[in-house]
C-alpha cells in the first residue's frame, strides 16, 4: 500500500528524470495511487481535466488546497498555458511557454522568504501558499525537495492556479 502523498513526491523526485518534467512527475505519482489513467498527457491536458469527475474541484482557493492536503488527498494545482499569460501595467502580454502542474502536500501555508532557485538565483516569495512538488522543464526550477507553490507559478497569476483532489 502506497505511503502518504508528501513521502510518495520526496522518493519519486528524487529518481531520474523525475524533476524534469512536470506532467511526468504528476503522473509517476498518480500511478503510486493507480490514478494514472486520468493524467495522460501535458499540463495543459491535466489542467482541463481537473474541472471534471472523478476530480473533486477546490478552484482557485490556496488554503482549502493545503487543508484537504492535510486530510491526505491527492491535490494538484495547474494553470494552462492560456491561464499563464498575463498583461503588465503598460499592457505587454508576456505568453507562457506551456502549462505547469504541481503536486500540494501539507504544511503550508508557505512562508514569505527569498529562495535559491537550482542556478543560484534568489527569488522572492511572498508567501500564504500551498507546498508542493514538481518538475519543471526549466532547470533553475528543478526542486529535489518540497518547495512552494509561489516559488513556481508566475506571481502575476499566482491567484488564478486552479486546485483539484482525489480521494485516494
Not at 491526505?72 to 499569460?85: H, P, Q
Request: net charge positive.
Amino acid at each position: 500500500m502506497a505511503g502518504s502523498v508528501e513521502a510518495t513526491c520526496s522518493d519519486i523526485i528524487k529518481k531520474p528524470g523525475m524533476s524534469s518534467g512536470c506532467n511526468t512527475f504528476v503522473q509517476a505519482v498518480a500511478k503510486v495511487y493507480g490514478k494514472d489513467d486520468l493524467f495522460v498527457g501535458n499540463a495543459d491536458s491535466i489542467r482541463t481535466k481537473l474541472n471534471v469527475a472523478p476530480f473533486k474541484p477546490i478552484g482557485k482557493n490556496p488554503n482549502l488546497a493545503t487543508s484537504c492536503a492535510m486530510q491526505g488527498k491527492l491535490v494538484i494545482g495547474a494553470l494552462s498555458k492560456a491561464e499563464a499569460t498575463w498583461k503588465d501595467s503598460a499592457g505587454h502580454q508576456h505568453s507562457a511557454v506551456m502549462g505547469h502542474v504541481v503536486v500540494v502536500v501539507p504544511g503550508g501555508p508557505s512562508r514569505a522568504l527569498t529562495i535559491r532557485l537550482q542556478n543560484g538565483t534568489a527569488q522572492p516569495c511572498r508567501g500564504g501558499y500551498p507546498y508542493c512538488y514538481q518538475g519543471a522543464a526549466n532547470p533553475a526550477y528543478r526542486f529535489l525537495a518540497r518547495t512552494q507553490v509561489d516559488a513556481v507559478f508566475p506571481s502575476h497569476v499566482l491567484n488564478d492556479v486552479y486546485y483539484a483532489y482525489l480521494d485516494i
